[in-house]
């Protein structure tokens, strides 16, 4: 099976929304306040090793 691309014009794109969660529920990123989303742009993401 041959690798293609699928490129779409600008016009036919959309943003893409990104929640996350915070104290137990979700949430927008959009919705939160600057401070925060500095705070969110700046986690670091990790894989923990299974427990045995």
């Known amino acids: 099976m041959p690798d293609t691309k699928t ?3 600008e016009n036919l794109r959309q943003p893409c929304e990104v929640w996350t969660r915070v ?9 939160f306040n600057a401070g925060k ?4 742009h700046q986690r670091r ?4 090793e299974q427990a045995r």
Do not use: I
Request: hydrophobic share 30%; proline share 5%; aromatic share 16%.
């Open 23 to 31: 104290m137990g529920y979700h949430r927008p990123v959009s919705s």
């Open 7 to 9: 490129v779409l014009k």
């Open 37 to 40: 989303k500095s705070e969110h």
């Open 45 to 48: 993401f990790f894989c923990q």
